[in-house]
């Protein structure tokens, strides 16, 4: 960065500058000055020559610790002890001279007592500020006459804002004494050198800088000061007793009583409590935004560094990490703590290795951490001795923490909800910062009361929402890969603004004659509510598939559960039945939106024409089905509106984009479900779940079907035996013809003892397995009976049972239907 010189003032401008700085602190001249890495003055502003009696041109260049020169004591009024000055007094124990060589880590204040020419000596008060970017700016240290301040010179606005701990705090513009190379440097660097200032600010500041050719002055409004210290007020009788009631009501969260008549002196005593009501307030604010554990964490961690201190560690029971319920009974020493977040003001890695995020450990019973854990009470260590270092350390294996904590001083403070303490924070401060306090402690206890409770509520919400996801997950089904003629993936992807449980669904369900059954359904609404009645119509569709109900009579008996279960939830549901032997699909709708076809010939993809229905539970609407022809390799596509709609949008362009990312080749079922998923949850602004299903209909061709007709004659037994057998060799599928042959006889048998009259039906598919059916016009299914030694009956679906992959009965239009599957042998 190149160095230049200040430019001159316009006229008038100087008297404005005045004014703005006389402002700032109440008709009180407050001097800027900044200093760089080297310790040296890079700014000195009017303010800061009429206060300090140094002219700019002799001020720039030179050591700051040279021209704040401090000299003399600071008597105590209250007891005429003096207090010999270590570069100034200080209520923090951080004096003025040593925070100028540029090494302040963070915000400090006090007051001093300097040397000034031609004035013998000014008690002043300062702020200084590290400043963080990479230039070689480093501190910011502001100045105001002490003794102007006490006699309350100028307006009674600034005693007012005396005793909040605010000013208005002069903002210099760094281009005063900087040449840049043109506004969109000046403007980039400008918020580096004061955080507070917007990028809209130092635009129009670098902006207005280079095209008039002179600098600029803003302030901003309100901004507190960071730290407010013990400046040597005089000390009255009554001043514990009033620290006391102030202490109070920080913890109790009353307002401050005002100060009386007899208690002059101590505004800035009490300015200092006010002060640390308005930072739990503010912390308050600040955390809790979300129902998000892992991001409220993280709030309350950065609520208080580096303002009231600077390394917070926050540690929280297992329970509430891993989202389960209530932990219940005091910590023990086998109680395991996670390091959940760390925070801190040191060099950038410094605590990473030694004292990692994630990490989980118990205290022993002689730390201050297992004191506060089972107390539930802060516990404060005014400074962490070598001895208590090295115990603490001792936790640690093959890490040493000692660097770290010794010589700091700690305040630990537990965070409870409901009198159960669910973790607890280490706070930490720098040995050149002040020792924590009784007041401190006040505070510390009351922010982690608030942070508890905040910390509990995001602990229920995440418990809450992992049971209503584990009652998802456990309704969801787990589909095959393929089933009979056909090939299925699906995805489902919870909510992201509205809560992640919701109704969407899909299933499948193998029915009679190789024919498949996918369901796509959505029930309106969100939560345990929501999940819970998609549990029950889901069970109903599988119940009334298994019963090979046509589609739409299927919607129709659904329609009328969900009247009966009442009238609060709705619900849209799209039933289609493939059957890959007739190469079609059976669709009905009750309000879906349409399924995609993909054709297989061409990679043209469409939208199918259904008629529409009403949702589930409207009752009284009729619904209407249809036949549609596919070809092997065509891919239906089903999917629920959480995947093409969104807030603003016409939900035409997301079945417009569906459409076409269906039609997009994929190497496999997943990849072409990810496609899909890819192009239409980029769009943003999704908040519902999302079910999707895409089946690819590959057909079982007339070579691999084999049917017969069999007469009501028990002969015909032997004659369905026999066709199996020879159609299995004729397969190459000899190894099946006994245990086939076997099971045909004795289903065969049952069918023809109970037909009333019609022709039993006798087909063998080859799939993936090979399926045998039996059909007869009997309406009572078999069931499965304990044979005793001497029973004719009864063996036959036992030995069914023992043979066959799976065997399974369901009623038809004409009666009833009993097949077994059997694996294939591998070839």
């Not at 996918?518 to 009645?533: E, I, K, P, R, Y």
Request: some cysteine; proline content about 7%; hydrophobic content about 40%.
């Amino acid at each position: 960065m190149d160095r230049g010189t200040e430019r001159d003032v316009p006229p008038g401008r100087g008297a404005a500058n005045r004014a703005v700085e006389e402002v700032a602190a109440g008709r009180v001249p407050l001097a800027v000055v900044v200093v760089d890495d080297d310790g040296l003055v890079s700014h000195w502003s009017s303010g800061a020559r009429r206060l300090l009696g140094r002219a700019k041109e002799e001020a720039i260049g030179r050591p700051a610790a040279d021209l704040l020169p401090v000299s003399g004591v600071l008597p105590d009024e209250a007891d005429g002890v003096p207090h010999r000055l270590h570069g100034g007094y200080d209520g923090l124990g951080l004096g003025l001279e040593p925070s100028l060589g540029g090494r302040l880590s963070y915000p400090a204040a006090g007051r001093a007592r300097l040397a000034v020419p031609e004035r013998d000596r000014v008690d002043l008060l300062w702020w200084a500020y590290p400043l963080v970017g990479p230039g070689r700016e480093r501190l910011l240290v502001l100045a105001a006459d002490a003794e102007a301040l006490r006699r309350g010179d100028g307006h009674e606005e600034a005693d007012r804002e005396g005793e909040t701990g605010a000013f208005e705090r002069v903002a210099p513009a760094f281009a005063l004494h900087t040449d840049f190379r043109g506004a969109e440097e000046l403007a980039r660097r400008l918020p580096e050198i004061l955080p507070s200032m917007s990028v809209g600010e130092s635009a129009r500041i670098a902006a207005q800088v280079l095209e008039l050719g002179y600098p600029v002055m803003e302030f901003s409004r309100n901004d507190r000061v960071p730290v407010t210290p013990d400046w040597g007020v005089p000390r009255r009788a009554g001043r514990r007793a009033r620290r006391e009631r102030a202490a109070r009501a920080v913890a109790q969260g009353l307002p401050l009583p005002e100060p009386g008549a007899d208690e002059e002196g101590e505004d800035l005593e009490y300015a200092a409590v006010r002060e640390r009501l308005e930072f739990l307030n503010e912390v308050s604010g600040r955390i809790g935004t979300s129902l998000d554990l892992a991001r409220t964490i993280v709030e309350v961690s950065r609520a208080v560094v580096p303002r009231f201190t600077d390394v917070a560690g926050t540690y929280l029971r297992e329970q509430v990490v891993a989202g389960e319920g209530f932990p219940e009974g005091v910590p023990d020493t086998r109680t395991m703590w996670h390091r959940v977040a760390l925070e801190h003001t040191d060099e950038p890695g410094r605590w990473d290795d030694v004292v990692p995020v994630g990490e989980a450990m118990p205290f022993p019973a002689h730390t201050p951490f297992f004191q506060c854990m089972t107390s539930g009470e802060p516990v404060l260590v005014p400074r962490i001795s070598e001895e208590m270092g090295h115990a603490i350390a001792s936790q640690f294996e093959k890490r040493d923490i000692r660097p770290l904590i010794t010589h700091r001083s700690m305040l630990v403070v537990p965070l409870k909800a409901r009198d159960v303490v669910l973790g607890f924070m280490i706070l930490l401060r720098h040995p050149e910062r002040a020792e924590f306090n009784d007041m401190d402690r006040v505070t510390g206890a009351e922010l982690a009361a608030r942070a508890g409770l905040v910390l509990d509520n995001a602990r229920m919400y995440t418990y809450q929402e992992s049971v209503a996801e584990a009652l998802q997950d456990s309704m969801l089904p787990s589909i095959p890969a393929r089933m009979a003629g056909c090939d299925i993936a699906t995805r489902y992807l919870p909510g992201t603004l509205l809560g992640r449980v919701g109704g969407d669904w899909f299933d499948s369900v193998k029915l009679p004659g190789a024919r498949t059954a996918l369901v796509v359904g959505d029930v309106m609404g969100h939560g345990l509510n929501s999940a819970a009645m998609m549990g029950q119509l889901r069970t109903a569709v599988q119940t009334m598939a298994a019963l090979d109900l046509p589609p739409a009579q299927l919607l129709r008996n659904l329609d009328d559960l969900a009247q009966r279960l009442g009238d609060t939830y709705l619900a849209t549901c799209l039933y289609a039945v493939y059957d890959p032997i007739a190469g079609e699909v059976h669709l009905a709708n009750a309000g879906h939106i349409p399924p995609v076809l993909v054709h297989a010939g061409d990679g043209r993809s469409e939208l199918l024409d259904l008629p529409t229905g009403a949702p589930i539970g409207v009752g009284g609407v009729p619904f209407e089905a249809v036949r549609v022809p596919v070809r092997p390799g065509d891919r239906l596509v089903m999917c629920t509106d959480g995947l093409v709609e969104v807030r603003g949008e016409d939900i035409g362009v997301g079945l417009a984009t569906l459409c076409a990312s269906a039609a997009h080749p994929a190497a496999s079922m997943d990849d072409a479900c990810d496609t899909i998923i890819r192009a239409l949850n980029t769009r943003g602004g999704r908040k519902d779940d999302v079910a999707l299903l895409m089946a690819r209909l590959n057909g079982i061709g007339p070579d691999d079907v084999a049917e017969w007709r069999l007469a009501r004659d028990p002969a015909e037994v032997g004659r369905a035996r026999a066709v199996v057998r020879e159609r299995l060799h004729e397969w190459g599928l000899a190894r099946l013809a006994d245990p086939a042959g076997l099971m045909v006889s004795e289903l065969a048998t049952n069918a023809v003892r109970h037909s009333h009259g019609r022709p039993v039906a006798l087909r063998l598919v080859r799939g993936d397995t090979l399926l045998c059916e039996v059909d007869d016009d009997d309406h009572d299914l078999p069931t499965l009976l304990s044979a005793g030694p001497a029973d004719e009956s009864g063996r036959g679906l036992r030995v069914v049972r023992t043979l066959a992959r799976e065997w399974g009965t369901s009623r038809t239009n004409t009666g009833k239907t009993v097949w077994f599957e059997l694996t294939l042998p591998r070839r």
